[in-house]
Structures are given as C-alpha cells and as structure tokens.
C-alpha cells in the first residue's frame, strides 16, 4: 500500500513569512510524529499525534510552530514568522497504534529553506 | 529528557568486513531501540529493532545487542557490501513513543 507522504518536497520562503507543510500517513494509522532534520544531525523529535490530539509537542522549539491533525489522519504543521535557523529537512512518521515499541514508517521530508 | 550519543560518525571498511556502530542512552526508562538506513536525500528505513527485554536480535547479516545495565545497544553488519553504504542512525524511545535518534553515522564500504 502507499506510504507516508509529505508535500510539498521543497519549500523556499523569505525570512517572516508563513509556511505550511503537510503530511499524509499510512492509511489507518492513528499515531504521527513530526521530526526536524538538521544537515548531519539525526531527527528530532517535535510533536506526536494520537488521533487528533497532541499526546506529547514538548519538542516544538517556540510559539512559532504548531501542528494541527483535525480529522486524525492528514497533518499540517505550521511555522510563523519564518527564520532563517528554521532551515531544515521535517520529517512526518506513521505508526498504526502509538503503542509503546512500535515501528514508525517515514515519509521522504519537506526540505524547508529559509532566506 | 533522554539523550543517545552514537559513534563513530564516520566508519569506513573494506568490502567484506565487519562494521560496528555503537550507541549509548541515558534514560533507564527507554526500552525500545530501533537502528534505521538513511541513504542521500531519502527517508530513514528501519532496519531492525530491538525491545527492552532481549539481549539479542539477527537478521541475516545485521544483528543488535542491547545491554540494559550499561545503557548501550550496538548494530553489527557483517560481510558488507557496496550497497551498505549509507548514514545509520539509532534511537531510543520509552513508552510514550517519543524516539530520541542518535547523531547518525556514515558508514562507506569500500569495494
């Protein structure tokens, strides 16, 4: 079946502006995690799904960003105000539960660079 | 909150060889640690997995050992290939689901 999902692949934005980028997870899976891919760095962790709510966004950086998940399936996380540290490669993941030791399924990023 | 440091960050090895990437975790409540292949511009694929409550885990020429005392877990790959080349990361989550990856470490093999 299909995968995860991520639009658009690449974003180029100006410093102060507004971004959305969007993730479609595996179809049935309730939980979605949100990492930031920083060149030569591993994934870190910014805020999982458990269906439509926020269970943990303790890595969002600032009040810049937010993600929303309103019907439990597509994603979007936001950033305001857009900077240029914000350049990086996000990173959707699917799980089908969220239950504890559960594989996560990747999609292939949105690299975000800011101007 | 946990923190995983992984090393080496860059290993390289003869077609053939052995390769070994290791990984330590601070959190004793992390029990899942799952090691994932990165190749250039595309997404982390898992690899293999180990939970808290085995020693050891193989799969054809990849295996995992985690030793939950000394908060370490090691990924060993065998008889490399060309084509496993690529940047390895590990992680570790706890029952949250959280992961916390390693900084990655590019493997090169040699033919």
């Known amino acids: 079946g299909a995968g995860v999902s991520q639009t658009p692949s690449n974003k180029v934005t100006e410093k102060g502006k507004y971004v959305e980028l969007r993730c479609d997870p595996i179809?049935?899976?309730?939980?979605l995690y949100w990492y930031r891919q920083s060149l030569g760095q591993g994934p870190e962790f910014l805020i999982y799904f458990q269906g439509t709510g926020a269970a943990d966004d303790s890595g969002l950086p600032n009040d810049r960003f937010f993600a929303v998940r309103p019907e439990g399936s597509v994603s979007t996380l936001k950033i305001q105000r857009t900077e240029r540290g914000d350049s990086a490669v996000y990173l959707c993941?699917?799980?089908?539960?969220?239950?504890?030791?559960?594989?996560?399924?990747f999609g292939p990023g949105t690299r975000l660079l800011v101007l | 909150g946990e923190n995983v440091e992984q090393h080496p960050s860059t290993l390289s090895v003869q077609e053939g060889d052995s390769a070994v990437i290791k990984c330590t975790y601070s959190d004793s409540a992390s029990n899942y640690f799952p090691w994932y292949k990165q190749e250039l511009g595309k997404r982390p694929q898992l690899i293999i997995d180990i939970r808290s409550n085995v020693g050891e885990k193989k799969d054809q020429r990849i295996a995992v050992t985690l030793n939950k005392t000394a908060k370490h877990f090691s990924l060993h790959i065998t008889e490399t290939q060309p084509e496993d080349s690529a940047v390895y990361f590990c992680?570790?989550?706890?029952?949250?689901?959280?992961?916390?990856f390693g900084d990655g470490t590019t493997l090169t093999v040699k033919p």
């Open positions: 179809s049935g899976h309730t939980a």
């Open positions: 993941a699917s799980s089908p539960s969220g239950t504890p030791q559960e594989t996560q399924y």
């Open positions: 992680a570790a989550s706890n029952n949250a689901g959280k992961s916390t």
